[in-house]
């Protein structure tokens, strides 16, 4: 599976935080080259999203490094990840750390641009 992982950006936001006067500050952004593969979500696979995310476009993403998901509790904004031109919202991932082919597998959801 490694020969299949292409470098690909991943946005990373760090953790934001309220002000003094209590006004929310989002974190500062970063961007990482991760090696993955991306592919299409079986229909099947559709139901592991969370439910107001079915109806959205949606892949899985088999990398190197963990990808995160959004934490409210650690105040953490969840990973993008720009493919074919498009920005994918990670909504989980999982780590698979059996010894002989370490890797993460997360799903995406495509972020609408409004």
């Known amino acids: 599976m490694s020969s299949f992982r292409k470098p690909i950006t991943v946005t990373r936001t760090g953790q934001g ?4 006067e209590g006004v929310w500050v989002e974190g500062i952004p970063a961007e990482l080259s991760v090696r993955m593969s991306v592919q299409p979500l079986r229909l099947e ?7 107001g995310r079915r109806s959205s476009k949606a892949v899985k993403i088999y990398a190197e ?32 750390q059996m010894g002989v ?10 972020v609408k641009v409004n």
């Open 17 to 20: 935080d309220y002000n003094d």
């Open 65 to 96: 490094s963990q990808l995160l998901p959004a934490d409210q509790g650690a105040r953490q904004n969840a990973d993008q990840v720009t493919w074919q031109g498009k920005q994918w919202e990670i909504v989980a991932c999982d780590g698979y």
């Open 45 to 51: 696979e559709m139901d592991a999203l969370p439910e």
């Open 101 to 110: 082919l370490p890797h993460y597998k997360a799903l995406a959801v495509e």
